[in-house]
């Protein structure tokens, strides 16, 4: 939603990753959001985590709803084609797109209004049908195009900048991907670029649909005290559950961490994402206790961070489907279209 | 109880119709369906309309079959055999037989006395008795009891047993067992109307060679065989009453054409959508993204779909959207037909939004027009309409034979490949290089010169975010005038001229044609000759406005209450109101001819008199 083209700085010297592209290349419009937004941090760890995996842009489909969040694809990837649809139906559109092109990663921007309002069905179905999208909330309890009313993921108790208190409940969409039978469920803080960077790269090389809510601070509508989305909430209340990283699949893994602390998921191009648990009850491939674990640090006004849930084994939509490895738009029109000796075979039933 | 008929007076060789009421659930479908095909296979023309309850079991339902020697398949109003099975509706039932016709019911239970009729033949035959006598089993007794009727009518209309025979070896062929105990209880009907009444009656069949190159098929099926052979590959949907069995037919020709003959895998991804607005997304990403998608729905999913479509407009990605149209308004009547959403399709979303929207008139042009509908919808970048209805889309039709040419080839419209962009400085997505107002578009995966963000909002037709006055509206004049592009692309209307001159026309669309037809031709036989035009597609071309020019009195006939294809007339042509006098039929059930020819004849000798 840029109106201003973001000048390409370069300079000899410039980190490039395997493919000779530099962050530059990763980069998109300028972005229009308020300055300090939490969006510009996530949109950054976007830019790096595809350049460190170094995926084509060309590879890319990035998709959006309404809202501040679903301007941001406008703001990585401009070699990337980008689809900002109708408020709250990014996962629809992602779906159609993906059935057509299973090729191409699909990564969907959203927020707590477009995902836990508007679109809550779809958001629910994406997930259920475990389709192969990273998908981001950009998640700030607050509507900030519409200036200020609270989303469905404000806290009870919340204060608005005026001082009115929400006394609605919160959806936890992280809490929701896993009762729905999700197979990645996170949450980060869109201040926490060591933290989100892997989770992201790790979200976009998971077989099926990962979910991550980043906690993305609104400083103009939701920065203030008494806002349980905030900076400063946020930074005092962060609890770092599990710790997420991504390890290349060229690169030799070392097992050297204490038995019972880390577990190791294979991911499908046979890179790892190593998991280090931080506190040690926890077990992020157990459904109950991911939730039970969620309900406890809810209770204590914590924000329980890091790759919270996953199950890399569950069969993802096109699994399900039955639908064929080579994308759906590059099959020949013969191999579509049955001929007429078959209409007149088939015609031969009709009569 | 009179056992010998009283005769008809007039000849109804192969030109009936036979109606059936009786409880849903009861399986009388399959003995309704071998008995139209019965007398499709003797060689005589014949149509079939299922009036069904929105109800699984228990309800009353009516089936008519309408032989005709002269090939026409509207309702006419007639009823000369009414099989009436459903004690429920009886009177109902009795009240609808045209004088001369014959009534049979089941006379295993006394019927109501004071209910009686002295213009008709009643025949009463023991069904349930008969049937009870010689099978066991509650539900086997309910199923024999329809192929005893079936049985009874063969007998008195002269339909062919050993045709029967057929088709029940047909129908059972994976279990032959069935055959002898249906051909049985066919005996038993058979049977009993030889020796109790003359037979035959004078509405009965007589082998004909006129079905010859014929096909019976309902428009639903046709229409998925249309994008089986147009190559879509998504289909999204939301189950809905009437357009269901379009995805369930496309689903069967997918798992017989288009599984991987070794390893099984799908050319093909069907998704059952939450709701209609996922599927109006899943369509509309799928078309982003290249492959030719579809949705199969009804009026209430369309009204749900409606903000895609206007994002599919402005963004100019193609679509199909088939709406097999209901009874409305809101969730109205699911099980009765209407062409009801004219107004709805042309214009869906907000905005200023318009469509085009293609108007089949029998199966055999859902097939056609399905194809048509994809090359529409990539040529012109947008979202396009097939407008069924209920009537077309889940009765069977008889129409000729399907024909498709191996030469034929999808037009994908102007995309770019990686070699275009390659010779290319910039690529500028809502362009008109060409004066048609059709820019050129590239895929996702091609190369990141073609990259471009896809966006509701307000766009300049180099495909970036704008709120400039100017580069707004060059946008959406532009698309302006890819809607003239449009009118010259659709399916052109059909002209059916007279063979005297005549001030008088009559404009018709979609299903309304089969009534109209034979109106027409009955009328020209009553000393009114008329101009027809079908409508096939909207926008209206040059033919359309010629035809309304050369035209003193012109007849609007569409199945809905408020004018709708009049209104669009109005809207989009140059015609005064006055010129164009309504013929209307919205009660749910397909328009009968005799209705276009009753008031056609009142309105002109009105117009004589004044």
Known sequence: MSFIAKPKVSW???????????????????STLCAGCGHDSITAALVQAFWELALQPEQVIKLSGIGCSSKTPAYFLSGSHGFNSVHGRMPSVATGAHAARRDLIAVGI????????????????????????????????VYGLTKGQFSASADPGSKARKGAENKNQAIDPVATAIALGGSFAARSFSGDKNQLVPLIKAGLLHPGCAVIDVISPCVTFNDHEGSTKSYAWTRQHLHAAVEADYVPPATEIEVDYAEGEGIDVELHDGALMRLEKLDPGYDASNRARALGFLEDYRAAQKIVTGLLYIDNKLPTFHDIAGTAKQPLTRFEFEDLSPGADALAELQKGLR | MPDKNDLQTVDRVNDFVIKIATVNGTGSASANGLLMKALFRMGIPVTGKNLFPSNIQGLPTWYEIRASRD???????????MVAMNAQTYAK??????????????????????LQRDDISVLGIPLARMVNENFDGARIRTLMKNIAYVGALCALMNIDRDVVRGLLEETFAAKPKLVKPNFSAVTLGYDHARGHFDCPLPARAAPMAATHGKILIEGNAAAALGCLYAGATVGAWYPITPSTSLMDAFQGFCDKYRKDPETGENRFCIIQAEDELAAAGMVVGAGWAGARAFTPTSGPGISLMSEFIGFAYYTEIPAVFFDIQRVGPSTGMPTRTQQCDLMLAAYASHGDTRHPVLFPAEPKECFEFAVDAFDLAERLQTPVFVLSDLDIGMNDW???????????????????????LAGMDQFHRFRDFDGDGIPYRTLPGSNRKGAYFVRGSGHNQYGGYTEDADEYQQVVDRLKIKWQTARTLVPEAVLQKSPSPTPIGIIAFGSSHGACREAIDRLAANGYPVDYLRLRAFPFGDEVQAFLDGHHTIFVIEQNRDAQMRSLLLLEMRVEQQKLASILHYNGLPIPSDLICEQVKTHLKREAVA
């Not at chain 1, 999208?133 to 998640?139: D, P, S």
């Not at chain 2, 040419?405 to 490949?417: C, F, N």
């Open chain 1, 110 to 141: 959203s927020g707590d209004g477009d995902s836990l309002s508007i679109g809550f069905g779809q958001f629910g179905h994406a997930v259920r049908r475990n389709l192969n999208l990273l998908y981001i909330i950009e998640n700030n309890g």
């Open chain 2, 93 to 114: 039932d009795l009240a609808e037989v045209s004088p001369g016709g014959v009534l049979i019911y089941d006379s295993t239970w006394p019927r109501e006395s004071q």
């Open chain 2, 398 to 420: 008889m129409v000729d034979a399907f024909e498709w040419d191996d030469d034929y080839r999808p037009d994908r419209g102007k995309v770019l490949t990686d070699e275009d």
């Open chain 2, 71 to 81: 090939g026409y398949n509207a309702r006419t109003g007639r009823v000369d055999v």
């Open chain 1, 12 to 30: 000899s010297g410039q980190k490039q990753n395997s493919l000779g592209l530099t962050l530059g290349d990763y980069e998109g419009g300028l």
